[in-house]
């Protein structure tokens, strides 16, 4: 059974920054993708970003500039890094991982951003 724990969560000023992690069980390489998705109070929740095997890179138009996706295969973790953090991108943060015909999801971890 995948296992996925998210941490760095908190809360932060307006303009600062955060950054997320999500360890998995077992080789993060052996996922087709792995992402960040987020969901406000009351909203869908929605694509943040995310990477594929082969490292190509995806990212909402709210965040493209100022949020960033990485990986480390040695400690098969992924990590997203805010930048210029808004009060809009207050959510519960999610991790994903991707395989054939499967879709993991940690139990998410709450960005507050204050005004």
């Known amino acids: 059974q995948v296992q996925l724990v998210e941490s760095g969560g908190g809360l932060v000023q307006a303009g600062g920054s955060l950054r997320l992690s999500c360890a998995a069980s077992?080789?993060?390489?052996?996922?087709?993708?792995m992402g960040w998705y987020r969901q406000a109070p009351g909203k869908r929740r929605d694509l943040v970003a995310t990477?594929?095997?082969?490292?190509?890179?995806s990212y909402a138009d709210t965040v493209k500039g100022r949020f960033t996706i990485s990986r480390d295969n040695a400690k098969n973790t992924v990590y997203l890094q805010m930048n210029s953090l808004k009060p809009e991108d207050t959510a519960v943060y999610y991790c994903?991982?991707?395989?054939?015909?499967?879709?993991?999801w940690g139990q998410g971890t709450q960005v507050t951003v204050s005004s």
């Open positions: 990477i594929a095997r082969s490292g190509i890179t």
């Open positions: 994903n991982a991707a395989s054939r015909g499967f879709d993991y």
């Open positions: 077992g080789s993060i390489f052996s996922f087709n993708a």
